[in-house]
């Protein structure tokens, strides 16, 4: 059985095609209420993947609107390491997690899958200081990156963590990872910065150069 992919509906053709080439299925997102409208097509604000095989669903009732209340389920999980505002996780997330034995690290960020980059278990990519510093702490590579250049309308900006996601492989016998970025990563001023970190890290970068880098949610 293939291994899904959560991805907004509102992700271009060409993105989905893509993932499905390498043997994933493909499930459309969204859209869900009581976020706002720029959010409403996003997984990450309801799915969190925990790891390789487990991906966590929240209950979008339990979303508000405004800050913090959207937040609860947008924790970033390498699958070693949880990043979360923790005074804000949503409870039954939180332990999930810790049934999963990862280890927490807690972040002022609320949107912190949104800000953060997964490359492996030891290894993200942000623009938050305070994310990479607590990572850092917790004995994980970071590359900072500057902030900005990630397109989300509706918003100033977009976030380069929402405009990822990392493929692990669609089976066991596949674990080539893959690094996936929405949009023309080549056009970020870090981007070879990116793509040699990701090397560093055995993954291989995969972009589209048909349109602009674009917060769609996560790749989960």
């Given at each position: 059985?293939?291994q899904k992919?959560?991805?907004?509906?509102?992700?271009?053709?060409?993105?989905?095609?893509?993932?499905?080439?390498l043997?994933?299925?493909?499930?459309?997102?969204?859209?869900?209420?009581?976020?706002?409208?720029?959010?409403?097509?996003?997984?990450d604000?309801?799915?969190?993947?925990?790891?390789?095989?487990?991906?966590?669903?929240?209950?979008?009732s339990?979303?508000?609107?405004?800050?913090?209340?959207?937040?609860?389920?947008?924790?970033?999980?390498?699958?070693?390491?949880?990043?979360?505002?923790?005074?804000?996780?949503?409870?039954?997330?939180l332990?999930?997690?810790e049934?999963?034995?990862?280890?927490?690290?807690?972040?002022?960020?609320?949107?912190?899958?949104?800000s953060?980059?997964?490359v492996?278990?030891?290894?993200?990519?942000?623009?938050?200081?305070?994310?990479?510093?607590?990572?850092?702490?917790?004995?994980?590579?970071?590359?900072t990156?500057?902030?900005?250049?990630?397109?989300?309308?509706?918003?100033?900006?977009?976030?380069?963590g929402?405009?990822?996601?990392?493929?692990?492989g669609?089976?066991?016998?596949?674990?080539?990872?893959?690094?996936?970025?929405?949009?023309d990563?080549s056009?970020?001023?870090?981007?070879?910065?990116?793509?040699?970190?990701?090397a560093?890290h055995?993954?291989?970068?995969?972009?589209f150069?048909?349109?602009?880098?674009?917060?769609?949610?996560?790749?989960?």
């Amino acid at each position: 059985m293939a291994q899904k992919i959560i991805l907004s509906k509102t992700a271009r053709p060409e993105l989905a095609a893509y993932i499905e080439s390498l043997g994933y299925e493909v499930v459309p997102f969204g859209p869900i209420d009581n976020v706002q409208e720029p959010l409403k097509y996003h997984p990450d604000m309801v799915f969190c993947r925990l790891d390789r095989d487990t991906v966590y669903a929240g209950d979008p009732s339990k979303l508000r609107p405004q800050y913090p209340g959207d937040i609860v389920y947008n924790a970033c999980s390498t699958g070693k390491h949880f990043i979360h505002n923790l005074k804000y996780t949503a409870p039954e997330l939180l332990r999930a997690a810790e049934q999963h034995n990862l280890a927490t690290i807690h972040v002022s960020q609320g949107y912190a899958k949104c800000s953060t980059c997964v490359v492996g278990e030891d290894a993200i990519i942000t623009y938050d200081r305070g994310i990479a510093r607590a990572a850092e702490t917790a004995g994980m590579d970071v590359l900072t990156i500057r902030p900005g250049h990630v397109e989300l309308p509706g918003y100033d900006t977009g976030f380069i963590g929402g405009a990822t996601g990392l493929l692990t492989g669609p089976t066991s016998e596949n674990t080539r990872p893959i690094l996936i970025f929405n949009g023309d990563l080549s056009a970020h001023p870090d981007w070879r910065a990116i793509e040699d970190f990701a090397a560093e890290h055995g993954v291989e970068v995969k972009y589209f150069s048909g349109w602009k880098l674009t917060d769609i949610g996560s790749i989960i």
